[in-house]
C-alpha cells in the first residue's frame, strides 16, 4: 500500500480566458473513496478529465503511486482504471454487450462467447436483463445507459474507478441502488474511488472524504463526519439548501 | 477603424496557418500511429462496405447520365467541323481522365466526408472519444486510420466503375439517339485509350480518396462542443475535402500532363 495512491498538486486549467480551477491539491489513499461536490459549471468535469489525462492541464502535477504520471508509469495508470462519463458515452455503433467487454474486443484473452458472458454477468451485476445485451445505446434509456455504463467501468475489475455523476438524472429508487452497487463494487474490488456528485444520499453512502469545488479551488476538504458537522456556508447550503 | 482591419486580416492569417498546421500534425500522427500494431482490420472492412459498396449507385448514376451529356455535347461541337465521329473516343477520355475522377470524388466527397465528420464529431461531444481513450484505444488507430485507408482503396475501385459506367451512358446515347453502330462505338473507344489514361485515373482517385478521408475525420476530429459544431464540422468537411479535390485535380493534370 502506497499512501497517497493519487495525489495532485498545483493543477490549475483554463481555456483561453476562461479560467476553471487553479492550484488544485487533492488527495486519496489506496482503497479510499473521495467524492468531490460543486455547482454546476464548477468545473467538476474538467478536473476530473484532467487526473486521468483527458484534458492536459496547464500547470501542476499528477502523481500515482508515489510517481510523476509520465511515461510507462502512465501507461499504467491509464489501464488501471475505469471511468463512467458524465453522459454514459456508450458507443453508438456497438450493440451493448460489445460496449460492456470493449476492452478486450481486440485482445486475444477472450473469445467472442467469453466476452458475452462477461458482459452479461455484468448486466446481471447493474441490474439490467439480459434481453438488452443485443440492443443497441440508442435503444435504452437515459438511466439505463448510466448503468451499461458503468457495467462498462468495471468489466475490468479495475484497481481505480471514477464516476462522474453516475445518479444524476435516475428516481430516486433507481439512484439509491446504484449507490449501493458502487458501493460494493468498490468493496468487492477494494478499489480507490473518486466520484463527483450532487447527491447527498448518494455521496453518504459511498464516500469516505468529501472536497468542495468552489471558484476554481478546493475550498474544504475532510471525512465525511466532519462535512456532515462542518459550518462552511457553501456546505450548509449543499446539505439543506433552505435553511440559509 | 484601419487598426480593426489589420487585426482581423492578421485573424484570419492565424487561424488560416494555424489550422494548416494543426492538419499536417494531425495528417502525421495518423501515419505514424496507424502503422503500428494493434491493426484494426475489422473497422478497415466495414468502412470499404460504408464508404466504397454504398457509393456504387451514387457514382454509377452520375457517371452514367455525364458520358450520356458528353456524347450529346461532343457530336454537336463535332458536328461543326465534320468531325462526329470522334465522339466515342472522347467521350471515353473525357470520362477516364477528367470526370470520372473528378465527379466521383466530388459525390464521394458529398457522402462520405460528411457522413465521417458527423459521426467522429458526435462521438466527440458524447465523449465517446475520451471513453476509447480510457479503454486503451487510440481514436486515431481505431476511427480514423481505418476510414482513410478504406477511402483510399475505395476511390480508384469505384471511379474504375464510374468510367466505365460513363462510357456505356455514351454508348448508349450515341446508339440510341446519334445513329452510331454499337460494335463500332466500342472499338473506336478502345482503338484511341491508352494506359496512361487509366494511370493518371487511378492516379487522381487514390488522392482525392485521402483527401476525402483526412478532411472528413480532420473536421469531426475538433468539431466544437454541442450539436451546432457538429453541423459546421459536417459543412466544413464537404467544402474543404471538394475544394481541394478539385483544386489538386488541377495540379495532378498539369502534372500528368504530356504534350
Ligand atoms: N473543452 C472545453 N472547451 C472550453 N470550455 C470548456 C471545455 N470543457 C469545459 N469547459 C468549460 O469549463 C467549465 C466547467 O465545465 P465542467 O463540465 O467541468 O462543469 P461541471 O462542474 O462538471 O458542471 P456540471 O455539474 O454541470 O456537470 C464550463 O464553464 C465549461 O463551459
Ligand atoms: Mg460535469
Known sequence: MINPILQTTGLSKRFITNEIFEGIDISINDGKSLAIIGGSGQGKSVLLKCIVGLIKPDSGEIF????????????????????????????????????????????????????????????????????????????????????VGIARAIATKPKNLFFDEPTAGLDPIMANTISTLIREVIQELGSTAITISHDLNSIRKIADDVALLHKGRIE????????????????????????? | MILRWFFQIGT???????????????????????????????????????????????????AFFTGGALALQIFEGGSRFNAESVVPSIVAIGMIRELGPVLGGLMVAGRVS???????????????????????????????????????????????????????????????????????YLLNTIEYLTFDDFLSSLIKATIFGFIIGVMGCYN????????????????????SSSILILASNYFLTELLFKP
Open chain 1, 64 to 147: 500515482y503511486e508515489g510517481s510523476l504520471l509520465r511515461g510507462k508509469h502512465k501507461q499504467k495508470f491509464m489501464n488501471s482504471f475505469g471511468i463512467v462519463f458524465q453522459g454514459a458515452a456508450l458507443f453508438d455503433s456497438l450493440p451493448i454487450w460489445e460496449n460492456i467487454s470493449f476492452k478486450f474486443k481486440y485482445s486475444k484473452s477472450h473469445s467472442a462467447k467469453e466476452r458475452r458472458q462477461l458482459a452479461a454477468e455484468k448486466l446481471d451485476l447493474v441490474g439490467l436483463p439480459r434481453s438488452s445485451l443485443d440492443l443497441y445505446p440508442s435503444e435504452l434509456s437515459g438511466g439505463m445507459q448510466k448503468r
Open chain 2, 12 to 62: 484570419l492569417f492565424f487561424n488560416f496557418f494555424f489550422s494548416v498546421g494543426n492538419l499536417v500534425v494531425f495528417i502525421a500522427k495518423i501515419l505514424t500511429s496507424g502503422f503500428i500494431p494493434p491493426f484494426y482490420l475489422k473497422e478497415v472492412t466495414t468502412q470499404l462496405y460504408k464508404i466504397g459498396y454504398t457509393s456504387l449507385p451514387v457514382v454509377g448514376l452520375t
Open chain 2, 220 to 239: 469531426g476530429f475538433f468539431s466544437n462542443r454541442g450539436a451546432e459544431g457538429v453541423g459546421r464540422a459536417t459543412t466544413a468537411a464537404v467544402v
Open chain 1, 220 to 244: 474544504w476538504n475532510g471525512p465525511i463526519k466532519a462535512f456532515e458537522k462542518s459550518t462552511n456556508t457553501n456546505i450548509k447550503e449543499f446539505i439543506s439548501p433552505d435553511s440559509t
Open chain 2, 114 to 184: 460528411a457522413a465521417m465528420a458527423a459521426e467522429i464529431g458526435t462521438m466527440k461531444v458524447t465523449e465517446q472519444l475520451d471513453a476509447l481513450t480510457t479503454l486503451s484505444t487510440d481514436p486515431i488507430k481505431y476511427l480514423v486510420f481505418p476510414r482513410i485507408i478504406a477511402s483510399i482503396v475505395s476511390l480508384p475501385i469505384l471511379v474504375l466503375v464510374g468510367n466505365t459506367i460513363g462510357v456505356m451512358g455514351g454508348l448508349f446515347v450515341g446508339v440510341t439517339r446519334l445513329n452510331f453502330n454499337s460494335n463500332s
